[in-house]
């Protein structure tokens, strides 16, 4: 009883760890459909308040669109995809690839989330995980979320892993 006591107690100790980072809210999601990204930022850097947030977008995460923070200086870098999409009915081979949310001022003692939308690419291969690299930059320090684990780790192996989302396979059309 003990031994399961603590095991349980190990386990929501990695995993709150794990999420004490900055991560996605929805950390699975269905390939060939529409994803709301929501990066949520529990903590600052050495106790000061994060200043800028800056996330590089995965290849076949396409028609990325962020949304604007009052009191944040929202910028966008937009790349060459490495091949052409269908998007809503048309073909896109460029899009948002970075974005940049700095000027800002979100104390270490708050918690804010970060959002932008997409299109998870239908191409994309189910079962596999993509992540999404973040830089935090403080008033003091930065944090390099972007860790990506070496094959048989977890994310809660490193000290700074990058934001990460499992594909699942393409829901059933609904009729
Ligand atoms: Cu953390």
């Known amino acids: 009883m003990i031994r399961l006591v603590s095991a349980v107690a190990i386990a ?7 999420n004490a980072h900055v991560t996605l809210e929805r950390q699975e999601a269905h390939v060939g459909a529409p994803y ?25 995460v396409i028609g990325v669109k962020p949304m604007p923070k009052p009191g944040w200086t929202l910028t966008t870098v937009t790349s060459k995809y490495s091949k052409t999409y269908k998007l809503y009915h048309r073909d896109v081979s460029e899009g948002v690839t970075e974005i940049n949310w700095s000027g800002g001022k979100l104390a270490d003692a708050w918690y804010d989330e970060f959002t ?24 003091k320090g930065v944090h390099r979320w972007i860790e990506i684990p070496a094959a048989g780790k977890s994310r809660s192996d490193y000290p700074e892993p990058a934001p990460e989302l499992r594909l699942l396979p393409a829901a059933a059309p609904r009729h």
């Open 116 to 139: 932008f939308i997409a299109v998870l690419a239908s191409d994309l291969e189910a079962g596999k995980t993509i992540h999404f690299p973040v830089v935090q930059e403080c008033e």
């Open 36 to 60: 709301k990204g929501v990066l949520r930022v529990p903590h600052g850097c050495e106790g000061t308040a994060t200043v800028t947030l800056r996330v590089r977008i995965p290849s076949g």
């Open 12 to 18: 929501v100790a990695a995993m709150s760890s794990a």
